[in-house]
């Protein structure tokens, strides 16, 4: 061990008072320093006025970018207390923004749920805000307090009065530059999250105001009829098998339980559960009763109407949930997690809870709508033989080891290093591109794999067509991971998994082709960073045998500017990668040190919205389609490409 001679004694153990902890890490605080973590603290103070809803009390949550980008959330609650706590000898409001894990979530007697778990929410957008601003109106007054950097700027004041039967609290806050990547909020980012939490707070309105856009931006959210209506909104995309959501609800073991479910002409499950209004990616106890409660159920009532035989075997619970999309929300006074990431429910209470409840309800569901029962058990019949041709399909497409002779597909052009971390696959459009990239590409650590045309739209297909797909299995087969159950990521042979399409409408199709398959039959190569989007030039401008290339309209006007803009410029708009030569497809797009990659990524959290994307995007109806073109067209850059 090599010796330091600095001292290390008692005097070197730091001791970090109030909340110089977060500021010092605050990724341990609030996920990441990046957009996302900037996010993550208007959620806190949005979740602290949500447990103001879940108790009863509030009605109504303003969130505003203001003008000068910071933000203000409002809400029309009992408003922070602010009296003297006894124990910290200070108003209680500065206790909550001010000290660590304090809050009324502790001990059961300020809210029986809560989706802030850790008491740490309005504190740590505090010591993270350069600073914060918080008005308060309660009995007739209204109070104010501000904090820089976390620390006090003045004792509580009252600062005037208001109707006495009016109560609130309006936080204002302003993220420190110095901490954060970004402090330029996005509107779309919050209106997804706010959308969802207003669906599992019935009745709760909750309006998001962009003050930065001339007029002001201005969306309200507001469903009565709550988990109900936001299947209906995950389903727009598709085409409801029955008209009715089946919903189911009650309270169990002190769990309250609620379930919502349709089922569509699709062939995914989309099923996301939600503890306290906080979604569990990892699912959870609750899933497990919900999943156990309708294969049970649906078995009992597939036998009992004679539509299974007796020598039939039983659905499976994945043929039941062929095309569902459900939402099972609980909320539990002490939800306890499970794994580092507390991703995952762990109590067993809840378990119990929702399967029964849902067991319940569900087969009287069924005894009443025989001809709803009828149509999903159909459909899983269905799903049933489909899944036994994909078994079949599948041990004939499974990747063999070399001994026992299966290759890669034909058209792939490998390269030579087999460690799969220095190793890349362009997935190309085209021969004629295919070509050109082969030629370019280094052999040692690149590989190609020519696609013709537009693959399968597996938004449309079941799995036993994805098999019999040529040019889906030659990327399974190139993948080396398998699908679905089969999946293994350490057995992928590329880290970088590159989409290359023209840049043009044709193009973009079929790289969201690529990425509705990638998406729903291997997801975790998305969410662990293995997919990336090349960037092909869009123009390549000449001057006095000089050469330049352009990404955007903007770079090439930046260039132009830059070199004159006069009869010798020569402007080449590139609409598709068979234009350039190797060299060039080289220069531009595949050279490590020169290209622009895209990462696709997909938060968690934001699994919900994604589906309705791709379920709109390529999906049967065309009507939701439009409005999603139409509602997202002023955020792209190049409306040609």
Known sequence: MSQNNQEYGADQIQILEGLEAVRKRPGMYIGSTSERGLHHLVYEIVDNAVDEALAGFCNHI???????????VEDDGRGIPVGINSKAGIPAVEVVFTVLHAGGKFGGGGYKVSGGLHGV?????????????????????????????????????????????????????????????????????????????????????????????????ERVFHYEGGIKEFVTYLNKGNQELYPEVIYCEGEKDGVYVEVAMQHNDSYNDSSYSFVNNIITPEGGTHLAGFRS????????????????????????GEDIREGLTAIISIKIEEPQFEGQTK????????????DSIVSEQLTYFLEQNPQVAKSICEKTLLAQRAREAARKARDLTRRKTALEGTSLPGKLADCSDKDPKNCEIFIVEGDSAGGSAKTARSRAT????????????????????????????????AFGTGIH???????????????????????????????????????????????????????KIEKNRKVWYA???????????????????????????????????????MDPERRILKRVMVHDENASEIDVTFSTLMGDKVEPRREFIEENAKYVQNLDI
């Open 551 to 589: 990404y955007s309209d903007e770079e090439l006007n930046n260039i132009l500017t830059e070199v004159g803009r006069d009869g010798n410029n020569k402007i080449q708009r590139y609409k598709g990668l068979g234009e350039m030569d190797a060299e060039q497809l080289w220069e531009t797009t």
């Open 343 to 354: 991703q995952k429910l762990g109590n067993s209470e809840a378990r119990g809870a929702v």
């Open 293 to 316: 409660a309708l294969t049970k159920t649906f078995n009992a009532y597939a036998r009992e109407a004679k539509i299974l035989k007796e020598n039939e075997s039983a659905f499976s």
């Open 446 to 477: 690149q590989a190609i794999l020519p696609l013709r045309g537009k693959i399968l739209n597996v938004e449309k297909a079941r799995e036993d067509k994805i098999y019999a797909n040529a040019e889906i299995k030659a990327m399974i087969t």
């Open 121 to 217: 929410g309005a504190s740590v957008v505090n010591a993270l805000s350069n600073w914060l601003e918080v008005e308060i109106c309660r009995d007739g007054k209204v109070y104010k307090q501000r904090y820089e950097r976390g620390k006090t700027m003045y004792p509580l004041k009252e600062i005037g009065t208001c109707d006495p039967d009016k109560t609130g609290t309006k936080v204002t806050f302003s993220p420190d530059g110095s901490i954060f990547e970004t402090t330029t909020f996005d509107f779309n980012t919050l209106k997804v999250r706010l959308r969802e939490t207003a669906f599992l707070t019935k009745n709760l309105r909750i309006t998001l105001q962009d003050k930065r856009e001339d007029p002001i931006n």
């Open 485 to 539: 159950e089969d999946f293994d990521i350490t057995k992928l042979r590329y880290h970088k998994i590159i989409i290359m399409t023209d840049a043009d409408v044709d193009g973009a199709h079929i790289a969201t082709l690529m990425l509705t398959f990638l998406y729903r039959f291997m997801p975790e190569l998305i969410k662990q960073g293995y997919v990336y989007l090349a960037t092909p030039p869009l123009y």
């Open 62 to 72: 303003i969130v505003s970018i203001n003008e000068d980008g910071t933000v203000t």
